[in-house]
């Protein structure tokens, strides 16, 4: 069941408009923009009903914040109002806005605005979601990654948390190609892919294709030390999958794992650490392969050296 924000200064139109729509969705009430400012940050609605005429911040300015936000630009928002000049519904169209219902309001017409609005909504976030996806390996694209990642470093920032940058290769992977043949090495991405992403099961994690034979992952909570030890098991992991290599190469398809442990501060540069865990990677290359090279909060090398195989 989708779930629809109403934000109303009057306990009445709110408990209305409730009525009307709580047999088909799940409505939350909010009588004052900051509490709903708040709730729409926390995620997870489909639809926002917003009076305009509100005291202290009104509904155009809780708008134009709604809209300006990472997390919350995409749900889509009914103004509702009194107001009829057009000039009223030309500046919320203008903030972003998806339509405009003056009061008193009509049931059967709220009722037909929400469901419209809900179904565009729905496709809207299966088309994105789709477009996020590498249709290879069904994991997050590059795309999905540039985008999230980002979010992920703020709120890392705000609250303080450890902050992990992981960088993974598939070891010789052009010797695989030339050996088995391109649709061979598909299959190989799409196998590591499936074995590592299953390692990667909270909300906060994200593990994305990064591009050819190469993954990026990000997670917030681990420290150093656990990341590097969790990063070890997914290398182990992909090595059991005991899938045949070229014998001059090794016995099995592995991969190399670099990746770097921060606790970011307000100013701290995402895209410095990421080439700490390129270099980690590097390193996990030049050292000879299948094995995890990681640095701690403090910048701090752990190498893995597994025995040959």
């Known amino acids: 069941m989708d779930k629809i924000m109403v934000i109303d200064d009057s306990p009445v139109q709110a408990e209305f408009l409730s009525s009307i729509l709580k047999d088909d969705y799940e409505v939350s009430v909010f009588h004052t923009t900051q509490e709903g400012l708040e709730a729409a940050k926390a995620g997870g609605y489909s639809l926002i009903l917003l009076d305009v005429v509100m005291p202290g911040m009104d509904g155009f300015t809780l708008l134009k914040e709604l809209k300006g936000t990472e997390l919350t630009k995409h749900i889509p928002v009914i103004l509702l109002t009194s107001l009829s000049d057009v000039q009223y519904e030309e500046r919320g169209l203008l903030l972003g806005a998806v339509d405009y219902v ?16 809900i179904q565009l909504y729905q496709y809207q976030m299966q088309f994105k979601e789709q477009a996020m996806v590498d249709g290879m390996t069904g994991i997050a694209n590059r795309r999905r990654y540039e985008g999230e990642s980002q979010i992920k470093w703020q709120e890392a920032v ?54 050819g034979e190469e993954f990026v992952a990000v997670f917030v909570g681990n420290d150093g030390r656990s990341a590097f030890e969790f990063l070890r098991e997914i290398r182990q992991a992909v090595e059991d999958l005991h ?4 014998p001059q190469v090794g016995q099995w398809v592995t991969v190399s794992i670099g990746g770097v442990t921060v606790i970011p501060e307000l100013g701290s540069d995402y895209g ?38």
């Not at 899938?243 to 070229?246: E, G, L, Q, S």
């Open 102 to 117: 003056t009061k008193p309001f009509s049931p059967v017409i709220i009722k037909a605005r929400v469901n419209t609005h």
């Open 158 to 211: 705000r609250f303080g948390l450890p902050f992990s940058i992981c960088m993974m290769d598939i070891d010789k992977f052009k010797v695989y190609n030339d050996t088995f043949g391109h649709p061979a090495g598909d299959q190989v991405i799409a196998s590591v892919a499936k074995t590592a992403s299953s390692h990667f099961r909270r909300a906060t994690d994200l593990f994305a294709r990064y591009g």
């Open 243 to 246: 899938i045949p290599h070229d």
């Open 272 to 309: 410095f650490y990421l080439k700490i865990a390129d270099t980690m990677l590097y390193d996990a290359k030049k050292d000879g392969r299948n094995r995890v090279v990681w640095a701690d909060e403090r910048l701090t090398q752990m190498w893995e050296r597994p025995s040959s195989h």
